[in-house]
């Protein structure tokens, strides 16, 4: 069935650094994929998604290219903020589902200032 | 849009006591997401309907959980009789799916404590 790895946190950064999460999917066919962020006291909330392969996500910064060679959907973004720490999920469709989405383990990011 | 609605947000209650978990979707959206979230277990699906039919209650734990939706605007998580186990943050989520799942949204949670 689909699947996503995600690695594993916590990630501490100091504020303007380079950021990446590695996710990485299997999955029948070529399905959406997402990338969810559930901010401190929150529910989780879309960030980004690409609906086909080569489709390159962003949002608030954050970008994921939808890689079908690697089977990968990494979250990157060039400067991070303070206001960025949350936990961040990994996401796809469940196969033979209309609805139902499997999240990854979710990633810790802390930002230090 | 005031988004997915869910009551309350904190409960405490002690061991053995019912607990009622309450949801109102987004209107318009025609699926349902009940989540528990833990710092050990991390986000699991308890149970989904769709167009207010139970689809997949296989992540429910055990019998003392049950969840209803009796229409298209409200859901219930109960618990009955609580343990200090259940004790983590319920999500409801709702989405519009046309035949591709998509987007999901969250309400805010209800942070359960059973002592």
């Known amino acids: 069935g689909n699947s996503v790895t995600q690695m594993e946190g916590p990630v501490t950064l100091s504020e303007e650094a380079f950021l990446t999460i590695n996710c990485t999917y299997t999955a029948t066919g070529y399905p959406s994929l997402f990338w969810y962020v559930q901010y401190p006291g929150e529910g989780l909330q879309l960030l980004l998604k690409?609906?086909?392969?080569?489709d390159k996500g962003s949002n608030k910064g954050f970008e994921a290219t939808y890689r079908k060679e690697t089977t990968s959907f990494h979250l990157e973004k060039g400067s991070v903020q303070v206001s960025d720490s949350a936990v961040y999920f990994c996401?796809?469709?469940?196969?033979?589902?209309?609805?139902?989405?499997?999240f990854g383990s979710g990633t810790r990011l802390s930002i230090r200032p | 849009d005031a988004g997915v609605i869910q009551s309350p947000r904190h409960e405490v209650t002690e061991m053995g006591q019912e607990v009622t978990l309450r949801c109102k979707p987004i209107?318009?959206?025609?699926?349902l997401f009940w989540y528990r979230q833990t710092m050990m277990r991390g986000l699991e699906l308890l149970i989904y309907?769709?167009?207010?039919?139970?689809?997949?209650d296989s992540g429910m734990p055990e019998d003392r959980f049950s969840a209803k939706m009796p229409n298209a605007s409200f859901s219930t998580l109960k618990i009955q009789p609580s343990e200090p186990r259940d004790s983590a943050v319920y999500f409801c989520a709702s989405s519009f799916s046309s035949g591709r799942a998509d987007e999901q949204f969250f309400g805010p949670g209800t942070r359960l404590t059973v002592l």
């Open positions: 309907f769709n167009n207010n039919v139970p689809i997949d």
């Open positions: 996401a796809l469709p469940a196969p033979g589902s209309a609805s139902k989405i499997i």
């Open positions: 209107s318009g959206h025609n699926s």
């Open positions: 690409a609906t086909k392969a080569d």
